[in-house]
């Protein structure tokens, strides 16, 4: 049964000491015309948490992860990060701040290299004009040896040095997601979205993939948000599980009590194939 996917998991997770707020949902609201797609979503994320956030088909969830990472502005309600609103920011400027995203269908640069795709992420957190990267500036030579350090750092942290030179559009499925997490990495994000990192994995990669998730976050000290099917992989590696339905919160808590939740329960078994 879907639900019982993950039943291995621990009953109680243990939170980081002094945990802080870093991410914070307040009521946020969104109609796509006659269609309400959140109605009055509110939870919040501690600093070096994995949060997973599930529910069936036309939950929500995508909504929700493109307003947090500003493709959508809310109709009402406040999203802040580390304490101050990202609602006036725009999307180019939300990697700025430390939230990376990767995406469900890969958006990545498939003819150039895999250490250019990482490169670009890096760029996000750079600071140059059209000016000084013309001249050649040595301030600007510098921090393009310091990027491309950086991405070379990340590329062999993940494994990926043998095709670091490669176009990225030959390379497998599995190492093409790979490189989007790197490229993410590159962009030095305190929160990290994930959206359905697990899609088209094999049994093996999944279990490969949780694994690299928890050293994500315990090596780089990233926060992770999650939206995944996956149910085997949410359980396993999330410290706390929001569930929506509908566009509503239906439940919030650990892997063991979203497993038991009644109302969790119905929203899978009342619909087919979910998110």
Request: with cysteine.
């Amino acid at each position: 049964m879907l639900l019982l996917a993950g039943e291995n998991a621990s009953e109680a997770r243990t939170a980081p000491a002094a945990a802080r707020t870093l991410l914070a949902v307040e009521d946020v609201r969104l109609r796509f015309g006659g269609i309400v797609a959140l109605d009055g979503i509110s939870f919040e994320q501690n600093e070096g948490e994995i949060l997973g956030l599930i529910g069936p088909n036309g939950a929500g969830k995508t909504t929700l992860f493109n307003c947090l990472s500003r493709l959508y502005t809310p109709d009402s309600g406040e999203i802040t990060f580390a304490g101050r609103s990202i609602l006036d920011r725009p999307a180019h400027r939300i990697a700025e701040i430390g939230i990376g995203r990767t995406f469900q269908n890969l958006a990545l640069f498939r003819q150039l290299t895999v250490l250019d795709n990482v490169r670009v992420g890096g760029h996000a957190r750079s600071r140059s004009d059209f000016l000084s990267d013309a001249l050649r500036l040595p301030w600007v030579r510098r921090q393009e040896a310091a990027l491309e350090a950086r991405a070379r750092s990340i590329i062999a942290w993940l494994d990926l040095e043998s095709v670091a030179d490669r176009p990225v559009a030959g390379l497998p499925f599995g190492t093409q997601k790979r490189v989007e997490l790197a490229r993410a990495l590159a962009t030095e994000p305190r929160l990290l979205l994930l959206d359905e990192p697990a899609g088209g994995l094999n049994h093996e990669e999944i279990g490969a993939l949780g694994r690299l998730i928890q050293r994500i976050r315990d090596e780089f000290g990233v926060t992770i948000l999650l939206v995944e099917h996956h149910m085997n992989l949410v359980m396993s590696i999330s410290d706390k599980v929001v569930a929506l339905d509908f566009g509503r919160k239906i439940a919030e808590g650990t892997p063991a009590e979203i497993q038991r939740d009644e109302r969790v329960i119905a929203a899978y078994l009342g619909r087919a194939n979910g998110r």
